[in-house]
């Protein structure tokens, strides 16, 4: 994130999850969830990888380059987190979960 002239950044932490969340719906029209990992099934070496599903689950189309920019955007706003594992973002409320962790919950 540029920071101002004063070094503070311009788009304050606790807001840049949420502002994500808005711009990738704006972009993804139909959008609920956008699932990210490093591991793209059809690539051996390790790829960002992105799912996005409608609010039925559906899984929508993306094109590549559309879930190449909406999985480095995600990681970008959550640097901390550990991207080993698969994580999904809730565009409705702007919140991130490990999605092994959730498949796991559901039996999957």
């Known amino acids: 994130m540029l920071a101002t002239p004063s070094g503070i950044p311009a788009c304050p932490d606790t807001d840049r999850q949420r502002r994500l969340a808005a711009q990738l719906a704006d972009m993804i029209p139909g959008a609920a969830t956008i ?8 690539e051996t070496w390790p790829h960002l990888h992105a799912v996005v599903h409608d609010e039925a689950g ?3 189309e993306l094109d ?6 909406a ?10 987190t550990d991207w080993t594992r698969p994580h999904t973002l809730r565009l409705a409320d702007a919140t991130l979960t490990r999605s092994d962790l959730t498949d796991a919950a559901r039996g999957r």
């Open 64 to 69: 590549r380059t559309t879930a190449r920019v």
């Open 58 to 60: 559906k899984t929508m």
């Open 35 to 42: 699932r990210v990992s490093l591991t793209n099934p059809q």
């Open 71 to 80: 999985a480095r955007w995600i990681l970008r706003v959550w640097p901390e």
